[in-house]
């Protein structure tokens, strides 16, 4: 069974990029384009790993984390910030939030795989 990734992305230019760099991949994608509709795909679908971004409509990335780690059924499931928020303290601010990763936009597309593939190993 290939393991699933929630991605929780508004731009549909960004969820293009993902959507076709997790094309080349065993993984499933499963997509939401705000926080709440992140949260509620998180709790129906029970993703292996989420790829958040951090300026959402509705919820924010960083309450959206909050949200989903503070559920004891999903709290397990790895975030990975991808986020264009990349000043000084944005990192710490997101792992602060309950994310477990962080990659700042725009990113390498080898570098985002490599880190989708270090937490889904």
């Known amino acids: 069974m290939s393991k699933r990734i929630l991605m929780v992305e508004d731009t549909e230019d960004n969820r293009q990029i993902i959507r076709d760099l997790i094309a080349t991949t065993e993984y499933e994608l499963i997509e939401a384009a705000d926080g709440a509709a992140g949260i509620a795909a998180a709790v129906a679908h029970r993703p292996d790993l989420i790829l958040m971004d951090i300026q959402l409509p509705v919820i924010d990335g960083y309450e959206a984390a909050r949200r989903i780690k503070a559920d004891p059924a999903l709290r397990h499931i790895p975030i990975i910030a991808v986020t264009s928020y990349a000043l000084s303290g944005d ?25 989708i593939r270090g937490f889904l190993s």
């Open 91 to 115: 990192e710490a601010k997101a792992l602060a939030a309950g994310c477990d990763g962080y990659i700042a936009k725009p990113f390498s597309p080898r570098q985002l795989l490599s880190e």
